[in-house]
């Protein structure tokens, strides 16, 4: 009975309009995605990192499929890679910044799959998969390849891509926004 009225106290608390409250249940929000949601996420994905947020432009289409396709199709038909294959890859139009992609940890991975793996940068890339023997990536936006994606071991992948939340990343973003590059900020174009 102690429990039960303690805990009617505690929420009547939270239901108070007051800075203390306010803050208390912020404090209590943070532990509960921390500790909580982003732990049976990560169970229930098998990925150590369920969620991620698009931070760069490198998978950003800057028009319509048909237009993108005419002016990146020469690298990728190098790669044997057609514009009818492209169509059917997953999330063929790119991604945006700010995104937040749910992330799957599967161990195969088909040439299209996005996937997200760690490298020498301060984040994991989230880019296409290009070439399967070497797993081979390249970011939709990029010109070409960048030299630590050529031939990505398996144990740097974290997952692929399953699915995205458009633009609800900037939630987060817009926090360290001002601390990037001046070349970093801001929406892609």
Same mark, same amino acid.
């Given at each position: ?120 940068? #301060? ?40 699915? #995205? ?25």
């Amino acid at each position: 009975m102690l429990l039960k009225e303690s805990l009617k106290k505690f929420w009547n608390f939270l239901n108070e309009d007051s800075w203390l409250s306010w803050i208390v249940s912020i404090i209590l929000i943070i532990i509960f995605i921390k500790f909580i949601f982003f732990p049976i996420l990560s169970f229930l994905t098998g990925s150590s990192l369920p969620l991620v947020v698009v931070e760069s432009c490198s998978m950003y289409h800057e028009s319509n499929f048909e237009e993108w396709w005419n002016k990146n199709s020469e690298w990728y038909e190098d790669k044997d890679i057609n514009k009818e294959e492209f169509k059917s890859f997953p999330f063929k139009n790119g991604l945006n910044k700010g995104d937040i992609i749910l992330v799957l940890g599967k161990k195969n991975y088909e040439i299209g799959d996005i996937i997200i793996f760690t490298s020498s940068t #301060k984040h994991p890339l989230i880019h296409r998969v290009v070439t399967k023997s070497p797993i081979s990536t390249k970011g939709d936006h990029n010109a070409n390849q960048l030299l630590i994606e050529k031939d990505i071991p398996k144990e740097a992948i974290i997952g692929k891509s399953a699915m #995205k939340i458009p633009l609800l990343g900037w939630i987060k973003l817009v926090i360290f926004e001002p601390f990037r590059s001046t070349n970093e900020k801001g929406l892609c174009n």
